[in-house]
Each structure stands twice: as structure tokens, then as C-alpha cells.
């Protein structure tokens, strides 16, 4: 009896660990974001300040929209290079027109649309015209940072009417309101990746399409969608991040393409598609946030910036691969 006993105890223990191991891999990113509260404020405890909490809601705003939308074109199996683009020409030409007299709230739904067109311009050329989308994405994105320059011609585009600021601007307390259109995107997210058909969908694609064409789901279609959904968010992105700053520039959005790749990716969404998480995108988009505020709370050389997103994409990079042979063995 007691030889049996202990018997199960030991069968028992190699479960147990590989469950805590799978926990880890799968929610490594929350890990990581503690650690890195915990190490920022022992630094400085300055980083604890409403004001530093603040700024950086502030900033997950933005780059948690884009991000959303760079995770639906992962999940497919794809990559979207021409969100930063979509996101600075939509945000450039709504204002452009709103200055010309287009009322705000039409000046909002139009950066909205017009992105939203462009995503399925993307997806288009990806599964009719067979483009890779890689190059495909990447021709898009410059072809319209350059639309941006030619209709700036190098002057910042400023002076939006205070409706269009609201957003940027209104607080709930003490917390600023830019955050929640973000936190609504995310749960409109969460709620078509895990309760609706399209969800399915997508995640099927990304497995494998061949076996979901098979099942009888259209993968030309999914992904077409898929890339409407990255445009979607990169319309929502121009606008909040142009009422945040109350300007477009002719380098607007620059530097965040590498970090929405970064933030998906280390939040789970894999690079080879079918596989990520809603709560894990955020985590991700938290963590490279607190890391490049806290990094400016610490006195870190700006000039950092650079090097510190070439090791972010390097870790998402190694986090994706340890990931993924992790949790098939």
C-alpha cells in the first residue's frame, strides 16, 4: 500500500510540473511586466506617481490600438508592414480636410473609412493577386508615407478644433479617457477571436488553410477580413494619436511598426499564425510601455531607443520560438 502510494505521488509530480511550465510559457508576459514594475520602482519610486501611471496609459492608447490590429493579420498567418502608414496617411488627409472645413466628427469617420479601404486594398492584393504579404504590406506602408510627405510638403499640420482633442484631453478623475477606446477595442477583440464564427475563422486559417479549406471556410475571404480589421484599428489609431498630440507631422507614427510586431509577438500571437490571446496582446503592449516610460523616468539616454527596440523584436523573436516548442512537447 504504502509503495503504490508513493508510486502516484511521483506519477503525479511530472504533471504538476509540466502544468506550471505551460502556465509560464503562457503567460510569460505578465511575468515580465511584474518584474519589471517591481525593478522600475525600486530604481526610482517616482515611477509610481499618478502622473508617470498616467502618461503611461496614455501611450498604451495608441500602441494598443495598432497592435490589435497587427494580431489580426498574425493570426492568419500574415504580416501587416502598412498599418504605421495607413494609420499617419489617414490621420494626415482627415485633418487636411477637417482644416479645409469637413466638420470634426465627419473628419473622424472618414480617417476611420479610409484606413478600413486600405486594409481591404491589402487584402485584396494578397489573395487574388497572389502577393507576398511581406513586400506587398511594406510597398504599401511607404508608398503612403510618402503620399503623407508630398501633402504635408514638410509643415506640421496643427490647429484642430476642441471636439477633435476631447478625447486626448477629458479625464475620468484622475485617469485620462484615451485609454478606454483602447480597452473597447481590445474587448470588441476578445469577444470575435473567442465567441464568434469569424473567430473560428481566423484561428483556423492561421493553423493551417489547407485544413481549413477543407472544412469548407474561406480563407481568401478570412484573411481579406483580417487585414479590413488591421486598417480598422490602424484609422482608430491615426485619430487617437493625433488628438494626443494635436498635430500630424510628416514622420507621424514613426517607430511604432517594430513595436507592434514586438508587443503581439511576445504576447503569444504567433509569427506562424493560429495561435494568441487577447489578454496576452495586452500584456504585451503594457510591458513594452512601461519599459520605454520607465526607461525616460530612469534618465536613459533617448539615443537608447533604437537599440532597445532591435532587443525587444530580438526577444519576442526567441520568446515565440521557446514558446512554440515548449508547448508541443
Known sequence: ???????????????RAHHVKKFALENIVWILLVISICAMGSMNTAFFKMAIIGN????????????????????VGEIDLSIVGIMAFSAGLGTTLMKAGLPWPLAVVFIILFALVMGWINGMLITKLGATALISTLAV??????????????????????????????SIGRFPLLPVPFLLVFLAIWFVWNKTTLGRSLFAVGGSSG??????????????IAFMLSGLCAGIAGYLLSSYIAAVTMTFGTGYDMNTLAAAVIGGVSLTGGRGRVSGVLGGVLLITVIQVGLQVLGISPYMTTLLSGVMIFIA?????????????
Open 317 to 329: 523573436v526567441v520568446f515565440d520560438a521557446i514558446k512554440t516548442r515548449g508547448l508541443r512537447r
Open 211 to 224: 485544413c481549413a479549406r477543407v472544412s469548407g471556410i474561406s480563407v481568401d475571404r478570412t484573411k481579406i
Open 56 to 75: 503611461i496609459l496614455m501611450q498604451t492608447a495608441c500602441l494598443g490600438v495598432l497592435t490589435a490590429g497587427q494580431a489580426q493579420a498574425l493570426l
Open 141 to 170: 506602408g511607404k508608398i503612403l508615407e510618402g503620399a503623407l510627405m508630398t501633402l504635408t510638403e514638410g509643415v506640421t499640420i496643427v490647429g484642430f478644433p476642441d471636439g477633435y482633442l476631447w478625447i486626448a484631453r477629458a
Open 1 to 15: 500500500m504504502i509503495q503504490t502510494t508513493n508510486m502516484a505521488s511521483e506519477s503525479r509530480t511530472p504533471i
